[in-house]
């Protein structure tokens, strides 16, 4: 039996998108294997890879003058490799910190390069973002990065930094995809797959041309934007039944509607759990209402001494990986678009019901 499952990540999948795959495991597209088992440089393989490209270009309408990586070791080789590309050792960058993902950004980068830390929101617990106008960006930064989701803490810039003319990077691991997105105002934008492209194994990395090809002497050649822009992201072997499910889960997408109807779709779920928390007194969610997640959605039972029976009952009832992080602890429901409505109503009910009982 299918369960509804919150993971942050790796997280659930579409259900079309699993039985197509089960489907064609054994003898893909007639050629009597799986797709794992052929060469990444077979026609049929490439055709894969050009097609999922091309998906996520329709889908998020990338501009011509971009480039569309898909690379390896997670968003967080992303934290080596942006500033590994984009900056010199004596080079200023800019980071805000909005929280655990920010830091971990920001912690490597000053392997590389000189971080000023723009905004921090420690002072708010992280449960904030920086008001628009109270960002002092120098102008003369390198590149100024950010997170524009927060997957433990839940929250979500609801604008984009004004960075002018300084190159503008964002993380956006955990909400790629999940609602219409304008491209053209980020330097360089990059995700890893494993909450709403596909399986855990890629990263995609969409950067402006002219931000490639100024990678820094001693840069890992697997790291390097041009090295892999140059060989169509197969410098090496790619993790090639990630890519083909990502393609699949592009294809459902715009099967979907595309990021138009899956952002209406995933503001109603959020709405849905955002409100049943703040009717009721038993449960709560730090975050200030105006950033909250639209993905990620922390929240706190008002009796913690309840957080393992919670959990039990929960995955009782099919409701699954509801755990908060480790390092917050209490409760988080991720609701990547892959999460249809009727799993927040299941939750939703299991949340009133568990009240009643013990709130
Ligand atoms: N950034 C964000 C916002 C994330 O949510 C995560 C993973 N949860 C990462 C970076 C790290 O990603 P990976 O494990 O793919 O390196």
Not at 153 to 166: H, T
């Amino acid at each position: 039996m299918r369960v509804f499952n919150f993971a942050a990540g790796p997280a659930t999948l579409p259900l079309p998108v699993l039985e197509q795959a089960r489907d064609e495991l054994l003898d893909w597209r007639g050629c009597g294997m799986s797709v794992m088992e052929i060469s990444h440089r077979s026609k049929a393989f490439i055709a894969v890879a050009q097609e999922s490209e091309a998906l996520l270009r329709e889908l998020l309408a990338v501009p011509a003058h971009y480039k569309v990586l898909f690379m390896q070791g997670g968003a967080t080789a992303q934290f080596s490799a942006v500033p590994l590309n984009l900056a010199t050792p004596e080079s200023s960058v800019e980071y805000l910190n909005t929280g655990s993902w920010s830091k971990k950004a920001i912690a490597e980068a000053r392997r590389f390069c000189k971080v000023s830390v723009v905004a921090d929101q420690a002072a708010s617990g992280y449960n904030d973002v920086p008001p628009r106008d109270s960002l002092r960006l120098t102008g003369s930064a390198a590149y100024v990065h950010y997170t524009p989701n927060e997957t433990i803490g839940g929250v979500e810039f609801d604008y984009i930094p004004e960075s002018g003319s300084v190159p503008l990077v964002a993380d956006l691991s955990s909400t790629i995809l999940s609602r219409p997105l304008d491209v053209s105002r980020f330097a360089l934008i990059y995700a890893g797959a494993q909450k709403n492209i596909g399986p855990a194994g890629l990263c995609v990395v969409i950067v402006r041309e002219d931000l490639i090809g100024r990678a820094r002497a001693g840069t890992p050649v697997t790291l390097d934007y041009q090295a892999m822009a140059d060989e169509g992201s197969m410098l090496n072997t790619p993790p090639t039944f990630g890519w083909y499910l990502a393609g699949l889960v592009l294809r459902w997408i715009r099967a979907q509607g595309g990021v138009e109807a899956l952002g209406e779709r995933n503001r109603l779920k959020a709405q849905t759990l955002y409100r049943a928390i703040d009717e009721s007194r038993f449960y709560r969610n730090p975050v200030a209402k105006h950033c909250r997640s639209w993905m990620n959605v922390p929240f706190t039972l008002a009796r913690p001494e309840l957080d393992r029976q919670f959990l039990t009952e929960a995955n009782a009832a099919g409701l699954t990986n509801l755990e908060g992080h480790r390092s917050v602890g209490g409760m988080r429901a991720s609701l990547y678009n892959a999460m249809p409505l009727e799993g927040v109503q299941a939750l939703v009910a299991f949340m009133k019901e568990f009240e009643r009982r013990n709130g």
